[in-house]
């Protein structure tokens, strides 16, 4: 069961990782995100993120889809993946920008949020489906959780 | 399913922004100040949104009650208080390290690890009575602890 989860952990971490570039990297941060923030949020935010803490974050999110599929959910295809992934992403990407929006005068305006919230989806929904091929692959039982 | 969800997940917000109110807002808050850089405008002062605030209580024991409901099986405050401890730590370390990645917020490490372990201890009271509600709420046997 170890290697099975810290095989998908791995998987998903560095789809995580790539996605977020392409999703964050190239496109949300460059077009909505930034041009948006509030000149305070402008002193806060860094130019180029550290590298270390958001290598980690990949891998521990990665690690808490594992952690839901492999433990509880029975999750172990792709498509099942996805839709857990998608589920547990967008609750939360959701719970994280209330967060922001309850605490601090972040952006401008409430489309970054929306944007931020599609584009973590999207991420969480691609990513999930990776852990979930991954464990499917590395255990032959049948799923037992409805996909 | 739907009333148990909604019942446990209102249950947990309330949790959630009560002791979280205590925990974070009375007893961490001028702790934590200590360990934050203070960008002047940037915090919604003196109070926090109170629109957004409880919505994000209520996402927040959602996640923790469909995950109980949909897949784990947890019925039981033992049960939830367990696996809500596991899931908020992971949530709020994620959450911590975007901020260590993305932010110039924290001085050090100190004031990110009280806070990581402040969420998972109000992670892991929401959860128990989000796992109790819906253990209350439905006569089949929970399928794990």
Redesign the interface.
Known sequence: MLTRILAATLAGGVAFFVLGFLIYGLVLDPMFMRPNL????T????EV???A??V??NF??A??FT??FD????IRTFVGGLK?GA??MF??A???D??F?????LYNGYTPFVFDIIGATIMGAIAGGVIGAVLGIMDKKPSP?AE | MLIRLLAATLAGGVVFYAVGFVLFGIVLDPILRNYMTQYPGLMKAPMPDLLFLPLWNLVMAFLFAFVFEKWAGVRTFVGGLKAGAILMFLVALILDLNYLAFMNLWKGPIGVTVEIIASTALGALAAGAVASVLGMMNKSPATSE
């Open positions: 509030t000149a305070e949020a002193k806060v935010m860094m993120p550290v590298w803490p958001l980690l974050s521990v999110s690690l808490l952690f839901i433990q509880w959910a029975g857990g589920i547990i609750l939360n959701l719970s994280i209330l967060g929006g309850a605490f601090m005068k959780a």
